[in-house]
């Protein structure tokens, strides 16, 4: 099959800790976005949607407790867990959403039912949970999405009495000189302390087809009940076969006051702008003017992909079929 099929994947910005980067868990970053990019390129090589390649790709990225998403999902005040997905397919802009779920396994499954089952798009706790017992998704105990890293990030962040990722700069010295000098924290490529750390993935099929998906805990010690962008459509994804599909990373109020991820697509289809100019406006301009944080990764109708990042690092890749993965992490 012809084919400029392309799947893009982040799993959030931030600052980097050059200082204190070892190698290996470097690597470790980089062999769970190269994986999980080979799988989510399988699906488009044989022929699949970019619905299901997105789907799956935010799924394996839920699964994977390097991210705060799912298994690794960040701390509330309250010390629980709280998750929202989002996932929307460019052919027809049909979107499901959940929000403030805490038992669902996979968020980005019920996000995906929500879309194909519902007339609605958004549920939020436990209508989204008795939604997704309904459509007889996996169902887990709040403990599993418990790490012990993002724990202690929790325990930094509480100190503060504060959502972590407020941009104080002297605060955020001293919690990043804590994370480096506490053996007991893992040295993640990107500050744990200035990370977004939401997971997503776009795609275009090889029958031209586009979709977004997006998945996060939030915000570490955010408020029980505060919703950020990534349920949010056209905040945290957005998907239109017209023009591009996107997912963000960042901080997430300012992503909705910006409707970022629609304002993306909006640009190419009223300013006639490239996917590369719209993105590159949103994330250097127009966020920056409300000290927007983060970045996002979108792919065009054609098999443009952009990956830009106002931070100074994003964990993201791409993979073309029939090309080998391609995962970064810095500038
Ligand atoms: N945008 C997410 C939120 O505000 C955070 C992130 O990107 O990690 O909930």
């Known amino acids: 099959m012809k084919s400029n099929a392309v799947i893009a994947i982040h799993g959030g910005a931030g600052t980097i800790l050059r200082a204190s980067m070892a190698p290996e868990v470097e690597t470790r970053y980089l062999d769970a976005l190269n994986r999980i990019l080979a799988a989510g390129q399988r699906i488009l090589a044989d022929g699949g949607s970019a619905l299901d390649a997105v789907e799956e790709a935010v799924r394996l990225l839920e699964d994977c407790p390097l991210f705060n998403a799912g298994h690794g999902a960040v701390f509330t005040s309250a010390g629980t ?145 505060r919703v950020g962008d990534a349920p949010l459509i056209g905040a945290g994804c957005y998907a239109d076969d017209a023009t591009c599909a996107v997912s963000t990373t960042g901080s997430g109020e300012m992503f909705m006051r910006m409707v970022a991820a629609y304002d993306v697509a909006a640009q190419m289809k009223y300013r006639g702008v490239s996917l590369s100019e719209a993105s590159t406006n949103v994330v250097m301009e127009q966020l920056p003017r409300i000290d927007g944080r983060g970045g996002l990764i979108a792919v065009d109708a054609q098999g443009n992909v952009v990956l830009p990042f106002n931070t100074e690092g994003m964990y993201r890749g791409y993979a073309r079929v029939g090309e080998a993965p391609v995962a970064s992490i810095y500038d």
């Not at 979107?95 to 995906?112: E, I, S, Y």
């Not at 949970?129 to 930094?156: M, N, S």
Request: some cysteine; charged content about 25%; glycine content about 8%.
């Open 81 to 225: 867990h709280e998750l929202d997905a989002s996932i929307m397919d460019g052919r027809t802009l049909e979107a499901g959403a959940v929000c403030c779920v805490k038992r669902v396994r996979n968020p980005v499954l019920a996000a995906r039912r929500v879309l194909e089952k519902s007339e609605h798009v958004l549920f939020t706790g436990e209508g989204a949970e008795a939604f997704a017992a309904a459509q007889g998704l996996e169902f887990v105990d709040p403990a599993y999405f418990h790490t012990d890293a993002r724990y202690r990030q929790w325990q930094l962040a509480r100190g503060e009495a504060r959502a972590m990722l407020d941009h104080d700069g002297a605060t955020l010295e001293a919690k990043a000189a804590a994370n480096a000098s506490a053996d007991s924290l893992p040295h993640e490529p990107i500050d744990p302390n200035r990370k977004f750390g939401t997971v997503g993935a776009v795609a275009l099929d090889a029958h031209g087809h586009l979709a977004a998906a997006t998945s996060t805990g939030g915000i570490t010690n955010k408020q029980v009940g």
